[in-house]
Every structure is written in C-alpha cells, then in structure tokens.
C-alpha cells in the first residue's frame, strides 16, 4: 500500500507502526463546521498554521484520529473542551461518522478510549463519504 | 484571535527549552512539558488559534508542581496560570512561516477561555522512554535518617525489576539463604549487577513540603518497581497471607535447617515451594515470574527471594502510609 504521505513517514522511525491494520470500520471524527472544510481531513503535520512544538514529531502527526463510537469520541471532546475551551477552533464543533474502507489505509489499535490513529493510503478523499451527525458544543 | 491585555516584547527572552514530553496530545500537542538547560521547567499551553497563527501560554513552573499536576493531585486550573513561578506568563503567536510574535501578560488579565475549566485533571500519562529520570512527590516532615533510607529500599526493588527484564542470560549468584547475611549479599549483588549509567542516584532534592526526590535511572526498571508497590497498596492483605503460608511452610517443613543442598528433602518440597512462591508473586502484575524462576538456582532460594523482595517492596510503601510521599494512583 502506498500512504498519502509516504514522503514525510520514511523520516519517522517504523511509520505506519508494524502493528497497524488494514480493516473495514465504522469510524466518528471531529470535523469543523461545514464537511467539505480543507481542515477537516488534513494530518497534523499539513495543517496550516500547523500546532506542533517540536522538531521530532509522532507518526501520529501523520495520521488522522478517529474513534471507534460516538460515546468515545463524545467523551474525549468533553474532556478536550474542559482542559482547552478554545478547541472547537482547532479540532472542530462537529461529529462525522463515515466507514474506512480497507483499501483506505490502516490504523493503530484502539486504545482503551477508543480512539485510534489512520494512515491513508495515496488517493483517499473522505469529505464525500464522511456525514456530520451531530453538534459537540453543548 | 483575542487582542491580549499584555505587553508586546521583541522576542520571547527565554532561549535553550528542550522539549520534554507532551502532556496532552490530540492531533499535536495541547499541553507540553519543556525544560531549559538551568533545569528550570516551563509548561506550554495551547489557548487559541486562527488561520494565521496558533498562540501558547508558556509559564515557568515548580518541579513539586508539575509533578502534582502529572499526579493529578492538583487540577489544570490550579497550575495554568496561577502556578505561575513568576508574576506574569508568557503568550506567543507561532505564525505559519516560522515567525513568533511574544507578550507578557498578568494572570489577572488573562481571559477566562483562556484557562482550563475547573476541577480538570490531566490523564493517566504513559511513562516517557525519551526521559532517564524519575521523580517522587514528598509530603510531611523528612528526618535525614529518612531521607537516606528510601534510595536504599527503592533501589532493592528497582534493582531486581531491572534484572528481570535485562538481557542478561547469567542467574542470581547462589547463597544459602539460612539466616539474614544471605538477603544482604543478594540485594548487594543484584544492586551492582544494575550498569553504572542506570543506577538510581539523587539528582535533586528539595526537602520541604511539598516536596520532591528526583532519581536518575532506567525510567522502565523504575516504572515496573514503582507498579510493584501500588500492586502491592492495592492487594495487601492477601500478599500478606500468601508471604504468611509460605514462610510457614519453609518454618514446618524445616527447610531453613537442610543444610545440604543435594539433599533428597528438596524433591519432596520442590513443588509446594514452586506454587507458594509463583502465588505470593502473581499479584504483582508485571512481575515475569517465570524468568525469576529460571534466575533461581533453587525453588528454596527462589521462595527466599520472592520473600526479602515482598519485604522491601513493603517498606517502600511504608513511606507512603507514613504520609512522607506520593506514589502514583494504580493505573
């Protein structure tokens, strides 16, 4: 499989991580207000201005965060917004729900947040596949 | 974004911050720990962002702080700003080019989006690989008899995790374990065993509550050691009762006395032994027992062990009943 950016990931050590999978799943992301927003779908790293300290990044910098169900992404976005009140700027104020594909890339095991890491695969474009659900600003 | 209540300067004053590790990451990092050369620790929290820039508040803080706050003993909001070392914080504007735009600003006028809602507390961190320290909260009065004696306990514990999980293929060296000498070789051994570079030793102390001990060390040994005691906070009753049967199976069956070490009597007792001790150790959780088995030369020594180690393990935590530190919450 060829990633989206295989450029940047040869700088990383073991990026994609061995133990990264290809496998289909119903997946839930925050996104901005509009689906179509450039932001949305963009890895840390592309980001611009992107919100990175340090010179040595993650992989995870490479990737894009899902979670594996409403309730868990709900529950990291509560936190989020507790500790960061500005992070609906950041991140979002939405919820989209979309299905990965296993053609699309592949992704870390969810931890016990369930929230997991995907690496796309060159050509993926998920704007068009992903719905916005619901609002996470209470 | 907001226009900040502050003073502009030319550029941030404060040069040579090493990243240390990030404290809260989604997507980059919300929340970094960084640290200048002078050992001095400054915190970097992410507040605002625009097309243009994302803009940080960096604030100097105390070890004993941040280490409260990595604890979660005390809650964002009780760090970011106000536990600010200095009377004001720092705001920068990291521009997408590169360029960095620096205020100084009062916590007072600070907005209230600004700052971490109430009653937040970080997550559970995952220890550092990057790091080669690890540091201990202190509470309540420290003698000095005390102050010397928990490097001492600690480094017991941390020394034999560590030598489970080295590759070292050698075993513990041998001893006869009858009487107390056999306990002092073995620890001293297994403490000089430890590589020079990753033996624990005091890096920084401050004294006064609340305080902290700052140890140079092997950050896995000393997360697997610092895991052994909290397993034991956590099931000491039924370590105690299990340390119980099996020092009164070694008293009954007599075995302190078998001097010789080929003596039939062993086989006899070899397989109790072997149980006993894989039951007292199964309730530390990352304890590779079945290493520590191989290690030992005899179930008997491996019974004796497994018993001075539970006995160290204990008195590490005594300082902590003793209300003299802070062991992490079980994970």
């Given at each position: 499989m060829e990633f989206k950016y295989a450029e940047e990931m040869v700088l990383v050590d073991n990026c994609p991580p061995s133990d990264a999978v290809a496998r289909e799943t119903e997946a839930f992301r925050f996104v901005h207000e509009e689906i179509g927003d450039g932001r949305n779908f963009l890895c840390v790293w592309k980001l611009n201005p992107a919100r990175k300290l340090a010179e040595k990044e993650r992989c995870s910098g490479l990737g894009l965060s899902f979670f594996i169900s409403e309730e868990c992404a709900r529950k990291r976005y509560e936190h989020l917004s507790r500790s960061h009140r500005n992070i609906g700027k950041s991140l979002g104020t939405k919820l989209a729900s979309g299905t990965l594909k296993n053609e699309d890339g592949r992704r870390s095991n969810p931890g016990s947040s369930g929230h997991f890491d995907f690496w796309e695969a060159v050509g993926v474009e998920f704007a068009s596949r992903f719905v916005i659900i619901a609002d996470l600003i209470i | 974004m907001k226009e900040l209540v502050a003073m502009n300067l030319e550029r941030f004053p404060v040069t040579g911050l090493i990243h240390v590790r990030d404290l809260i990451y989604f997507e980059g990092p919300l929340l970094s720990q960084f640290k200048h050369e002078n050992g001095e620790n400054y915190l970097y929290y992410w507040c605002d962002c625009d097309e243009e820039a994302n803009r940080w508040m960096v604030l100097r803080v105390s070890e004993a702080t941040l280490l409260r706050l990595t604890e979660r003993i005390l809650a964002l909001g009780e760090v970011i700003p106000c536990g600010s070392r200095d009377d004001f914080v720092y705001f920068l504007d990291m521009f997408s080019d590169g360029s960095v735009k620096s205020y100084l600003a009062m916590p007072e006028a600070i907005p209230e989006d600004y700052q971490p809602a109430p009653s937040t507390f970080l997550e559970p961190l995952e220890p550092s690989p990057d790091t080669h320290s690890c540091s201990f909260l202190l509470e309540g009065e420290w003698s000095v008899e005390a102050i010397g004696n928990f490097p001492k306990v600690f480094n017991k514990v941390y020394s034999v995790m560590y030598g489970l999980s080295g590759?070292?293929?050698?075993?513990?060296?041998?001893?006869?374990?009858?009487?107390?000498?056999?306990?002092?070789?073995?620890?001293?051994?297994?403490?000089?065993?430890?590589?020079?570079?990753?033996?624990?030793?005091?890096?920084?102390?401050?004294?006064?509550?609340?305080?902290?001990?700052?140890?140079?060390?092997?950050?896995?040994?000393?997360?697997?050691?610092?895991?052994?005691?909290?397993?034991?906070?956590?099931?000491?009753?039924?370590?105690?009762?299990?340390?119980?049967?099996?020092?009164?199976?070694?008293?009954?069956?007599?075995?302190?006395?078998?001097?010789?070490?080929?003596?039939?009597?062993?086989?006899?007792?070899?397989?109790?032994?072997?149980?006993?001790?894989?039951?007292?150790?199964?309730?530390?959780?990352?304890?590779n027992v079945d290493r520590f088995m191989e290690m030992s030369a005899r179930k008997f020594e491996a019974a004796k062990i497994s018993l001075s180690f539970v006995k160290y393990v204990r008195r590490v935590l005594d300082f902590e009943k003793k209300g003299l530190i802070v062991f992490p919450k079980s994970r």
């Open positions: - | 590759d070292q293929s050698r075993g513990f060296m041998t001893h006869p374990w009858r009487g107390g000498f056999s306990s002092l070789h073995f620890f001293r051994e297994i403490t000089a065993a430890v590589p020079r570079r990753d033996r624990p030793y005091v890096e920084a102390i401050q004294k006064f509550s609340p305080g902290f001990v700052r140890f140079s060390l092997n950050t896995q040994a000393a997360e697997q050691a610092i895991r052994c005691v909290t397993d034991f906070r956590a099931s000491e009753l039924i370590i105690e009762e299990h340390a119980k049967l099996l020092r009164q199976f070694i008293k009954y069956e007599g075995l302190n006395d078998i001097e010789d070490e080929s003596s039939q009597e062993w086989e006899k007792v070899n397989n109790s032994l072997d149980a006993l001790t894989r039951r007292l150790l199964s309730h530390f959780t990352i304890f």
